[in-house]
């Protein structure tokens, strides 16, 4: 295979992988929508987080909340737990990075908040940590998972939602959280602001 065929091949598996997700994740989408829509329109937030890529997803999924996505319209509130250095270094020097973002949740979260927890393995030790912290604080959790969902998996409870990716490569499962995360901005901004069609 040269490289030319290579490409056209990860393309492929690309669009293979959006065709298997949308054959079962649509319901789960909409619900997890459904959950957001409903904190945001009951003055609640929407705290995000993850790591490398999973983490560039939490951020990009805040700043389209709190800019715009497709159509101009009121500033949402969302927070990525993934920017502030100085708050993530100091927590990882003098407690452990497994806490890095379950002690923000602890001090910014709020019942009736909603956690987007990204791990496209579901083992991340930080975001396990930072679901409990959510259940503690009565917030709602969406998780974007892949491969079997993971550790993350057993911990959700029945009024969270998972978004499970049905492949095991990690870059076709972040290709499809990213699309999620364009689902769900688009899923908000019509349900809250009415459709632009």
């Known amino acids: 295979m040269n490289s030319i065929e ?3 091949h990860l393309f492929e598996e690309s669009i293979k992988a959006k065709q298997v997700s949308a054959q079962s994740l649509p ?3 909409e619900a997890a929508g459904q959950l957001m829509v409903h ?3 009951s003055d609640h937030k929407i705290l995000s987080c993850g790591n490398g890529g999973s983490a560039g997803d939490a951020q990009h999924f805040s700043s ?3 800019n715009r996505f497709e159509r101009e319209r009121p500033s949402l509130p969302a927070i990525a737990l993934t920017t502030d250095t100085s708050t993530l270094t100091s927590i990882a020097n003098d407690y452990s990075y497994n806490e890095v973002f379950s002690k923000q949740i602890r001090a910014l979260g709020s019942e ?6 990204i791990s496209t393995s579901g083992n991340s030790a930080n975001v396990i940590q930072a679901i409990q912290a959510a259940h503690d604080r009565g917030m709602r959790v969406i998780a974007l998972t892949g491969k079997d969902g993971g550790n993350m998996a057993s911990l959700l409870q029945a009024e969270d939602v998972e978004i499970r990716v049905p ?3 990690t870059a076709r499962i972040q290709e499809v959280h990213l699309l999620t995360i ?6 908000i901004d019509r349900e809250i602001f009415g459709p632009i069609d």
């Open 6 to 8: 290579r490409i056209i």
């Open 27 to 29: 319901p789960l989408i």
């Open 39 to 41: 904190a945001l329109l």
């Open 64 to 66: 389209e909340l709190l």
């Open 112 to 117: 009736g908040d909603v956690l987007l927890a």
């Open 167 to 169: 492949m095991t490569s």
């Open 182 to 187: 364009h689902t769900l901005c688009d899923y």
